[in-house]
């Protein structure tokens, strides 16, 4: 069942063209006379593109088919990405989906893959994982100024700003949806 005009609100996944779309921004609009007028700024779920449109109140949005699935990484082959699903099937996800997430799978992570008409197009990790300092440069001594950071390399090839007192070696915590550090893991 489609959506109404009247149900339009930002953050809701809507269909146009055929393709899958998020409500980035919402506003109303009601002219002196006339239909009243519902301005959206959407969002493509797949390529990130942005546009405009307006709806009157007796529009109709269709409702994008949309189906989550929880899966577990289990390895990378070519530019895929290879996940299992409960009933142990295969999910391939390639790599221009997952972007800089790559750099955050680790062995049996378990995962959600949001699939448009059973195509995989975006995938969510945990909010946090743990990673390793390959490595970076030895803080400067007496630089102790505030939030002062330094490049790092962690395992799996990401390159992160860290703070000066991280060493080789150590372990760190990473948001996964900012891909930016957040506390020293000290076991």
């Not at 269909?15 to 980035?24: F, H, K, M, R, S």
């Not at 990484?73 to 221009?96: G, L």
């Not at 390399?153 to 060493?167: D, H, S, W």
């Amino acid at each position: 069942m489609p959506y109404n005009a009247a149900d339009l609100r930002k953050g809701l996944k809507v269909e146009v063209d055929g393709q899958p779309y998020l409500i980035t921004e919402f506003s109303f609009y009601k002219p002196g006379k006339g239909a009243a007028i519902y301005n959206c700024r959407i969002k493509h779920m797949v390529t990130g593109g942005t546009q405009t449109k307006a709806y009157r109140s007796n529009d109709t949005i269709d409702k994008p088919e949309l189906e989550e699935k929880n899966v577990t990484y289990s390895y990378a082959k070519d530019d895929q990405f290879i996940f299992t699903d409960e009933n142990f099937e295969e999910v391939s996800v390639p790599t221009a989906i997952l972007g800089d997430k790559q750099y955050f799978l680790q062995d049996n992570v378990e995962c959600m893959v949001l699939f448009h008409r059973g195509q995989p197009i975006d995938i969510t990790l945990p909010n946090f994982v743990i990673k390793t300092i390959l490595e970076t440069e030895p803080g400067a001594r007496g630089n102790t100024a505030t939030n002062v950071l330094k490049p790092a390399k962690i395992e799996g090839g990401y390159e992160i700003a860290v703070p000066l007192f991280c060493v080789q070696g150590e372990k760190i915590k990473i948001d996964t949806r900012t891909g930016t550090f957040v506390e020293r893991v000290l076991k």
